[in-house]
């Protein structure tokens, strides 16, 4: 079955600007969480949501949303990008509960 | 506060010798271990997990309440082990798929 898609898969965007980045998961999937990968600080929790309900936050700026749609696919905007946005990030997806999270490549955003 | 720590950014061996990487943990509950490991230019992915108890490629990984720690461990590394490895940890009760990631481990495997 196919895995965990995440569009686009590079992304460069000016300070300023909004960005949002999608994610599918894999079919059947209802749970999506997205990460931030940085060199400095390694994979931090974003968001999760289940069932298109926010039920877990991390702790970043509101500046970072997230929602997810009826068919689970889900995307994450950031506005008023800054320089230290610059990251790699990834998306998340499993069936709930104490399944298994299967990863995306990720999408990497560079701001100039 | 839920922290996972790997105190090695790097860790080098030679082909056949052992190898463990190590991962502590802060949590009040119960949680969840996981190993998952990214090679390069792959997604990162599930290796192993504390409640399957399983030994995948050859590495296992036993959850020390008493100590908090979750380290990784194979007898005898292999060239295709390179790679950046994290410890990860889940609230224990099921219902959510937060994950807290270490900082991670580079495994390189020299010839």
């Known amino acids: 079955k196919a895995g965990v898609t995440q569009t686009p898969r590079y992304l460069i965007k000016t300070r300023g600007q909004q960005v949002t980045l999608s994610c599918s998961p894999i079919?059947?999937?209802?749970?999506v969480s997205w990460y931030q990968q940085t060199p400095g600080q390694g994979l931090q929790f974003l968001f999760e949501?289940?069932?298109?309900?926010?039920?877990n936050k991390g702790n970043f700026p509101g500046r970072f949303s997230g929602r997810q749609f009826s068919n689970s696919r889900s995307e994450m905007n950031v506005s008023t990008l800054e320089l230290g946005d610059s990251a790699l990030y990834l998306c998340?997806?499993?069936?709930?509960?104490?399944?298994?999270?299967?990863f995306g490549q990720g999408t990497r955003l560079t701001v100039v | 506060a839920q922290r996972v720590t790997q105190p090695e950014k790097l860790l080098s061996v030679f082909k056949g010798a052992p190898v463990e990487l190590k991962c502590n943990y802060s949590?009040?509950?119960?949680?969840?271990l996981f190993w998952y490991v990214q090679y390069s230019r792959q997604r990162l992915q599930l290796l192993l997990r504390?409640?399957s108890r399983e030994s995948i490629k050859g590495f296992t990984a036993d959850l020390n309440k008493g100590e908090t720690s979750f380290h990784l461990k194979k007898p005898f590394a292999q060239e295709e082990d390179s790679a950046m490895y994290y410890c990860?940890?889940?609230?224990?009760?099921?219902?959510?798929?937060?994950?807290?990631f270490g900082q991670g481990t580079t495994l390189q495997v020299k010839p």
């Open positions: 998340a997806s499993s069936l709930g509960g104490v399944a298994e999270a299967f």
């Open positions: 079919s059947g999937h209802r749970s």
């Open positions: 949501y289940f069932s298109e309900t926010q039920r």
């Open positions: 949590y009040s509950g119960s949680p969840e």
């Open positions: 504390h409640i």
């Open positions: 990860a940890l889940r609230r224990g009760s099921g219902n959510t798929g937060k994950l807290i």
